[in-house]
């Protein structure tokens, strides 16, 4: 099982970038799938997740009604669409998947993890 974030970049603030995690060697229709953020010097957190069909989605307080967690399961990948963003919002972001029906926000509630992609935003 293999997740490869990407998307990542510079952008200033305001502006907007969309991440993306494909997954390899897994039915990825079947995993929940998270995205968490680590910034320099701070513990990894929670961001956004979206169930198995895309019903289900939940998003941290710092984000909501800035970032949109969708997935294509055809295509084996899940984005997350980033608008509106923050200098706070830069860090290293890891997509993460778990087999099964819940949706969690913990970093131990997911068993595999992308090798992350950096978001840098300027102010």
């Known amino acids: 099982v293999q997740l490869q974030a990407s998307g990542g970049g510079l952008v200033q603030a305001g502006g907007s970038l969309r991440l993306s995690c494909a997954a390899s060697?897994?039915?990825?229709?079947?995993?929940?799938v998270g995205w968490f953020r680590q910034a320099p010097g701070k513990e990894r957190e929670f961001v956004s997740a979206?169930?198995?069909?895309?019903?289900?989605?939940h998003n941290s307080d710092s984000v909501k009604g800035r970032f949109t967690i969708s997935r294509d399961n055809a295509k084996n990948t899940v984005y997350l669409q980033m608008n509106s963003l923050k200098p706070e919002d830069t860090a290293v972001y890891y997509c993460?998947?778990?087999?099964?029906?819940?949706?969690?926000?913990?970093?131990?509630?997911?068993?595999?993890w992308g090798q992350g992609t950096l978001v840098t935003v300027s102010s």
């Open positions: 993460a998947g778990v087999l099964g029906l819940r949706v969690g926000k913990q970093t131990n509630d997911y068993t595999f």
């Open positions: 060697g897994v039915t990825f229709a079947r995993y929940a």
């Open positions: 979206i169930s198995w069909n895309g019903d289900n989605t």
